[in-house]
């Protein structure tokens, strides 16, 4: 069954530090999302992409943040310049656009952010 | 504003037991999803189900079924004979009708099924 995939499933920084999480989606899937999930809480949206664009991003993304999909088939998530707050599990999304799997939003396993 | 309200922080049943995960929402537009998602303790989340606003018919899938009622504005998730694989953070979304939206969690409930 296709899935998610993303990498790595732990990374830690010092603050400051730029920090860049990759995430394959599904490959037939059209929309790709990020969220995070500070320890405890609820999972809060960061930035949805579309056709090579960003098409929403939340108060949370700010210009410390930014998203690409190079090539294709990744799709990454920067962080310039990590902050103690950064701390949080890193969720990637991918979204089919017909069929069975329209507007349900698959996520992949998460990576674990530490900014010490 | 969309909202999702899970009153429920943390249930803890015994093993057999039904148990039933509230749900309620606040949206003012009349076409949405609506989205239940399984984090077990190793961290993912897991796709359950999906309910748009249009059908209200309520839906089981072996164990697990769903009441979505619009009139109340909740989408309760109830499972039957619970087993302690079921032990997980639940988290119930909403979702905009159009294409890409963004989902809208609630605050989650910890459920613990004890053997």
């Known amino acids: 069954e296709p899935e998610v995939t993303q990498t790595p499933s732990h990374q830690v920084t010092q603050m400051g530090q730029e920090v860049i999480l990759r995430c394959v989606p599904i490959?037939?899937?059209?929309?790709f999302y990020w969220y995070r999930q500070i320890l405890g809480q609820k999972v809060e949206f960061l930035v949805s992409?579309?056709?090579?664009?960003?098409?929403?991003k939340s108060e949370i993304f700010d210009d410390q943040f930014s998203v690409e999909r190079p090539d294709g088939s990744n799709f990454t998530l920067k962080i310039r310049s990590t902050k103690l707050e950064d701390s949080a599990m890193y969720f990637c999304?991918?979204?089919?656009?017909?069929?069975?799997?329209?507007?349900?939003?698959?996520f992949g396993a998460g990576t674990r952010l530490s900014v010490l | 504003a969309q909202k999702v309200t899970q009153a429920q922080t943390e249930i803890s049943v015994v093993e057999k037991e039904d148990v039933t995960l509230d749900c309620v929402y606040e949206?003012?537009?009349?076409?949405?999803?609506l989205f239940w998602y399984k984090q077990p303790p190793s961290g993912e989340l897991v796709f359950l189900i999906r309910?748009?606003?249009?059908?209200?018919q309520n839906e089981i899938s072996g164990r697990y079924s769903w009441n979505f009622q619009k009139s109340t504005s909740s989408f309760n998730f109830t499972i039957t004979a619970s087993q302690v694989v079921d032990s997980a953070v639940y988290f119930c979304?909403?979702?905009?009708?159009?294409?890409?939206?963004?989902?809208?969690f609630g605050q989650g409930t910890e459920l613990s099924v004890k053997p």
């Open positions: 999304a991918s979204g089919g656009v017909t069929g069975e799997s329209k507007n349900i939003q698959y």
């Open positions: 490959s037939n899937h059209l929309y």
């Open positions: 949206t003012r537009d009349t076409t949405y999803y």
């Open positions: 309910r748009n606003s249009f059908d209200e």
């Open positions: 992409f579309y056709n090579n664009e960003i098409s929403e």
């Open positions: 979304a909403l979702t905009l009708y159009n294409q890409g939206g963004k989902l809208i």
